[in-house]
């Protein structure tokens, strides 16, 4: 079993940085994928970001690339959402994921473990 506890949510305004970070219990967690997804209010959950176990590989949704990057500290158990250049329809819960396998994937139902999210509201 494995907990996440994502941090760094926040009201900010458009154009700034923001930081989430998600911890992560256990202690295989560079075996783990690892993900962040979000929901806006009204729809659906949607991919945002992944890293392997490693760390070295990534992807980023279209929506974000360029702007989002993730990484991972594995010897903190913590993977990271660096969100730059924020726009409003960035507005939504962030969600971390974890994944039983060091293989990232963007697929929600790839992932097994879920933390309980953290809101992220960029006003104009």
């Known amino acids: 079993q494995v907990q996440l506890v994502e941090s760094g949510g926040g009201l900010v305004q458009a154009g700034v940085s923001l930081r989430l970070s998600c911890i992560a219990s256990?202690?295989?967690?560079?075996?783990?994928?690892m993900g962040w997804f979000r929901q806006a209010a009204g729809n659906q959950r949607e991919f945002v970001a992944a890293?392997?176990?490693?760390?070295?590989?990534?992807m980023e949704a279209a929506s974000v690339k360029g702007r989002f990057s993730i990484s991972r500290d594995n010897a903190r158990n913590t993977v990271y959402l660096e969100m730059n250049s924020l726009k409003p329809e960035d507005t939504a819960v962030y969600y971390c994921?974890?994944?039983?396998?060091?293989?990232?994937?963007?697929?929600?139902?790839?992932?097994?473990?879920w933390g309980q999210g953290t809101q992220v509201t960029v006003s104009s």
């Open positions: 994921a974890a994944r039983v396998v060091s293989l990232l994937s963007g697929r929600h139902y790839d992932f097994d473990y």
């Open positions: 256990g202690r295989t967690f560079s075996q783990h994928a």
């Open positions: 890293i392997s176990g490693s760390g070295g590989s990534t």
